[in-house]
């Protein structure tokens, strides 16, 4: 446990838990550093399973932010507050049952989101039908990286898509193979012979030729 961290708690020791109601048989517990620089006890089973993330400042901010934006009284979140509070926890909840495919992969939230008013002042409600989106799939959750996406667009811009940029303009490979008029299968193979420009630029004509040669 020592040195492991959860949420915004890295455990730093063991102790005795205080506060257990079984005073012959106390539970175990540790001593934490928060990341806003406080310290906190927590058992092992309430760090392991989520139930404390932090030594209440995230309650705190969440508290002071209701307070100014009306975008989270209590049952009634907003759609844009709920997806920015589930970006949030995706890429710094070490306990998110997605933290493997962002935070992990080194995904993270630009600083200036940290705050949801500011999230809201950079992207505006999200329109109906549409949710957030990263241009970049490897890059960060910021103003210049991300837009509202309708589904089609979400579904063209996944890990699995390739974006290739040529002569200045990026596309993701299935867009670039319905431009060539080509299968996507046969553009990847003309990649791995030709590289990225050569593969876009150079005619068609000549790929059943530079096929045949290494087949």
């Known amino acids: 446990m020592i040195g492991q961290k959860y949420g915004k708690l890295t455990v730093i020791s063991e102790v005795t838990d205080e506060f257990s109601k079984n005073k012959t048989k106390r539970r175990t517990a540790y001593l934490c550093l928060c990341d806003c620089g406080n310290n906190h006890t927590a058992t092992r089973c309430s760090l392991i399973h989520g139930r404390v993330a932090s030594c209440g400042c995230i309650t705190k901010d969440r508290l002071a932010n209701q307070g100014t934006h009306g975008h989270a009284k209590r049952g009634k979140q907003t759609r844009a507050y709920h997806i ?23 995904i993270y939230v630009d600083d200036r989101w940290d705050k949801f008013e500011q999230f809201l002042e950079d992207m505006g409600e999200p329109p109906d039908g549409h949710s957030l989106d990263r241009i970049d799939n490897s890059g960060p959750y910021s103003k210049d990286n991300c837009r509202w996406a309708d589904h089609k667009q ?5 890990r699995s898509n390739r974006v290739i940029t040529v002569n200045g303009r990026s596309m993701i490979l299935a867009d670039w193979a ?12 003309r990649i ?24």
């Not at 319905?178 to 193979?189: C, F, G, H, I, S």
Request: hydrophobic share 20%; proline share 5%.
């Open 84 to 106: 920015w509070n589930g970006m949030r926890s995706r890429c710094n909840n070490e306990n998110s049952p997605r933290y493997s495919y962002y935070g992990a992969r080194g």
């Open 154 to 158: 979400q579904c063209g811009n996944t």
């Open 178 to 189: 319905r431009e060539l008029r080509m299968a996507p299968t046969n553009l990847t193979k």
């Open 192 to 215: 791995k012979l030709l590289g990225e420009h050569e593969a876009i630029t150079r005619p068609i004509k000549r790929w059943k030729k530079l096929q045949s040669r290494y087949s």
